[in-house]
């Protein structure tokens, strides 16, 4: 029985009339990021009052990646926690937080309350690089770099060593490009940004000068997009750099998508740039492509990166036995992410998501967003994902079933002495981090789940 059980108990019921009618569906979205709270407004739009709607965090405060994966000097991006809000605050919808789905209760438990079961628990694992000395200190994926900076409770004690000079960024993704430039980021330049205080002061103190993104293809094959790469361009202390050489010739260029295209015009304009030796800035961002990481090398942490020179072949990056080592005192391998497994929901190991036709994963419990499609798109890319898969759910379920829906979670969370997190504990705590914010800041997250629960006024 957990301590605090009575305290938490039961939820609040939704303010719609006839709760026990007969005709109302029941829906359980497992995860409170942009796929969970789309899918939980298609849900609204298609069935109105005839629906009930529980989301489900196993943390205590909502918005998943928005809140511990866009990065922090992206606040425009954030601001769709707004519209989020909105669909939190419905009638019909409810935050059911700090319930790990999995653990505290259980995928068929949860199949026997609701009509439908959808997870939207996004990809929050990093990829493994799968190469020698991956384990060594100060190696990190960006899922634990990213989350350290953005305030995620199961990264607060990363504490990486800033104390080198040399940082080597693995992968040519927007990832990469947050990581870079938060590396790269002067105090004053993350004004108005939610960093947390630790992370803020821990690169406040960082020696990193130079910044190395690596690339095992080329510049027509970057995932980078044209905003994320043009704002490397415009930073106090450091300034991007391409190697010439490494560019296409310029007429290969009209064969690229014309977003690819204006991200390509950026590379040329890093590759017109002073080289680093004679930048102005203190801070070197170098792009390395056709470099492919092969070890990490190192006693107990990262001194270098082992890095063999490919070439394409049918798009793909293939090893010339050309090797080098590159010195580094940092690693951070952003080379994309992979869905955490649920006991009792098939996996697709190879792809790193859910086994899913389509989201369908078996009758009644479904996926979306990166759970089952892998880590891709924008967040936008999520709202036709959860209109989609609520179409796929009244398809297959013309008629609600009778089932308990929430009443019967509540039950079930007062039996095992859940400490739910509701959506109103949630405002408590959000109100208490900007209550604290440093001066310019939105907020200042609690990093830890204590003093989220803390600031609840619930322990
Ligand atoms: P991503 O876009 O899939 O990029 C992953 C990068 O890692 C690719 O360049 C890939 O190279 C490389 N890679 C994969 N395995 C590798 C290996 N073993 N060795 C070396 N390189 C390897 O993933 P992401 O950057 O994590 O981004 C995830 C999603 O979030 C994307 O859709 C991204 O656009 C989005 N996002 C958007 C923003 C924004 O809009 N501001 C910010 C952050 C993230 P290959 O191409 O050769 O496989």
Not at 43 to 52: F, S
Not at 245 to 267: C, F, I, M, N, W
Not at 269 to 278: C, D, L, T, V, Y
Request: proline share 7%; net charge negative.
């Amino acid at each position: 029985m957990h301590p605090q059980m009575s305290q938490f108990l039961p939820l609040p019921t939704p303010a719609l009339a006839d709760e026990g009618r007969s005709g109302v569906r029941h829906i359980a979205i497992i995860g409170s990021g942009p796929a969970g709270y789309y899918t939980a407004e298609a849900a609204q739009k298609r069935w109105g009052e005839d629906v009930r709607i529980d989301v489900f965090d196993r943390l205590p405060v909502p918005y998943g990646l928005i809140r511990s994966g866009v990065a922090p000097d992206h606040q425009s991006i954030k601001g769709v926690a707004k519209r989020f809000e909105g669909v939190a605050l419905s009638a019909n919808v409810r935050f059911v937080g700090h319930v790990a789905v999995g653990s505290d209760v259980t995928i068929a438990e949860l199949q026997g309350l609701y009509d439908a079961v959808v997870l939207a628990t996004g990809a929050p694992q990093d990829r493994p690089l799968g190469i020698p000395g991956e384990a060594l200190g100060n190696v990190y994926g960006s899922a634990a770099f990213v989350g350290w900076y953005n305030g995620h409770p199961n990264f607060t004690a990363l504490a990486p060593n800033l104390a080198g000079t040399t940082a080597v960024v693995i992968g040519n993704g927007n990832v990469a490009l947050d990581v870079a430039r938060i590396l790269a980021k002067t105090r004053d330049e993350f004004n108005g940004s939610d960093i947390v205080g630790p992370a803020l002061d821990l690169l406040d103190a960082s020696r990193i000068a130079r910044i190395v993104i690596l690339g095992r293809r080329g510049p027509h094959q970057i995932a980078m997009t044209p905003k994320e790469l043009g704002e490397l361009a415009h930073l106090n202390r450091a300034a991007p750099h391409v190697a010439p050489e490494d560019l296409p010739d310029e007429a290969a260029d009209t064969a690229l998508d014309p977003g690819q295209r204006k991200s390509v015009v950026h590379l040329r304009a890093f590759a017109a740039s002073p080289a680093p030796e004679s930048a102005a800035k203190p801070i070197a961002i170098e792009f390395d492509f056709f470099a492919a990481p092969r070890a990490l090398l190192g006693e107990t942490a990262v001194t270098g990166v082992e890095v063999e020179r490919t070439v394409l072949v049918d798009g793909q990056p293939v090893g010339t036995g050309d090797k080098h080592v590159i010195p580094a005192s940092l690693v951070i391998a952003c080379i994309g992410y992979q869905t955490s497994p649920i006991p009792g929901v098939p996996f697709d190991d190879r792809n790193g998501r859910f086994a899913n036709e389509d989201g369908r994963i078996a009758e009644g419990l479904y996926c979306v967003g990166w759970s089952r499609r892998g880590p891709s798109g924008t967040i936008g890319t999520n709202r036709p994902d959860g209109f989609g898969i609520i179409e796929k759910v009244a398809a297959d379920q013309p008629a609600a079933a009778g089932k308990p829906g929430g009443g019967g979670f509540d039950a079930l969370a007062a039996a095992r002495g859940l400490a739910v997190v509701t959506f109103s504990d949630w405002q408590k705590i959000d109100a208490a981090e900007i209550a604290r914010a440093r001066d310019g800041a939105p907020r200042e997250k609690f990093v830890d789940v204590a003093e989220m629960i803390a600031a609840t006024g619930k322990d």
